[in-house]
C-alpha cells in the first residue's frame, strides 16, 4: 500500500511539472516595450506561428482621443488601418532558439522588413534586414 502511494505521489508531482513548463517557443510570448519605450508590443501565437501587435503607444493617438492612423503605409487602402492592435509582427516560426521567417512592419516609416527575434535572457533581440542579415538593424526590447 505505501509503495502505490509513493506511485501516485510522484506521478502526480511529474505530472504537474511536466505541465507547469512553458515550452520554449512559447517565452516570447507576452508583453514587450520597444527599444524608444513609446510602444508596447503583444506577442501573441495562433496556430504554430507567432505575431505582435501594438496594444499602447505614446503616439498613437490624436488630441482629440480617437485612434492615429497607419499614414506612411505605402499602400493607400492600408492607410486608414488604426495603429491601436496594428499587427507589426508576422508569420514567426521557432527554430532552435529563434523566432525566425517573419516580417516586422515599422508604422514610422512604412516599411516592411525580413526579421528574426531571439531571447537574450530579460531582451528579446530583434533584427530587421532587407535580403540578407547583414543588411540590417538590431533593436532591443524588454518586457513590459
Not at 502505490?4 to 515550452?23: E, K, M, R, V, Y
Not at 527599444?35 to 505582435?52: F, H, L, P, V, W
Not at 516592411?112 to 531582451?123: A, I, P, V, W
Amino acid at each position: 500500500m505505501k509503495r502505490l502511494a509513493f506511485i501516485l505521489i510522484i506521478l502526480i508531482i511529474s505530472t504537474g511539472s511536466i505541465f507547469a513548463q512553458t515550452p520554449a517557443a512559447d517565452r516570447v510570448l507576452g508583453n514587450w516595450l520597444n527599444a524608444e519605450k513609446d510602444a508596447r508590443i503583444e506577442i501573441y501565437r495562433t496556430g504554430n506561428k507567432y505575431y505582435g501587435k501594438i496594444i499602447w503607444g505614446k503616439n498613437i493617438f490624436n488630441p482629440d482621443g480617437s485612434s492615429r492612423t497607419d499614414t506612411k503605409n505605402p499602400d493607400n487602402k492600408l492607410k486608414s488601418r488604426l495603429l491601436l492592435n496594428l499587427v507589426i509582427l508576422t508569420n514567426f516560426t521557432y527554430d532552435d532558439g529563434e523566432w525566425n521567417g517573419g516580417k516586422i512592419y515599422d508604422p514610422k516609416s512604412g516599411k516592411t522588413y525580413s526579421c528574426f527575434m531571439k531571447l537574450d535572457g530579460t531582451s528579446l533581440k530583434i533584427k530587421g534586414y532587407i535580403g540578407i542579415t547583414l543588411l540590417g538593424r538590431t533593436t532591443i526590447w524588454t518586457r513590459g
